[in-house]
């Protein structure tokens, strides 16, 4: 894909940010041609993501407590892990219209 203003990262697998991020927004084409991406966590200091370069993306752990703002989202048919306490916040968001299955985080 071309025009992309971040990403071009053709082989990478997964994504996991360090304990402790501060992470509030993943913005537009963070990740742009990122089409070996399977697996993503999602810090619990997000509040607002973009992404839509998500073809092969299976698996997404969100561990905010509380669902974030989906801007511009495309993926779909991902399986959703989520805080057990929370369970029920994304089954009621806007969260519910792209997962294909959501399970709470072991």
């Given at each position: 894909?071309?025009g992309?203003?971040?990403?071009?990262?053709?082989?990478?697998?997964s994504?996991?940010?360090?304990?402790?991020?501060?992470l509030k927004?993943?913005?537009?084409?963070?990740?742009c041609?990122?089409?070996?991406?399977?697996?993503?966590?999602?810090?619990?200091?997000?509040?607002?993501?973009?992404?839509?370069?998500?073809?092969?993306?299976?698996?997404?752990?969100?561990?905010?407590?509380?669902?974030?703002?989906?801007?511009?989202?495309?993926?779909?048919?991902f399986?959703?892990?989520?805080?057990?306490?929370?369970?029920?916040?994304?089954?009621?968001?806007?969260?519910?219209?792209?997962?294909?299955?959501?399970?709470?985080?072991?």
């Amino acid at each position: 894909m071309t025009g992309c203003k971040y990403g071009n990262c053709s082989s990478l697998r997964s994504v996991t940010f360090e304990k402790g991020s501060q992470l509030k927004y993943m913005v537009e084409g963070v990740f742009c041609d990122c089409e070996a991406l399977t697996s993503i966590e999602i810090p619990a200091s997000v509040e607002m993501i973009d992404m839509y370069y998500c073809i092969n993306l299976a698996n997404i752990y969100c561990y905010p407590s509380i669902p974030p703002i989906l801007n511009d989202f495309r993926c779909k048919n991902f399986v959703l892990y989520v805080p057990s306490q929370s369970l029920e916040a994304y089954k009621n968001s806007s969260w519910s219209e792209y997962y294909s299955s959501i399970k709470t985080i072991q």
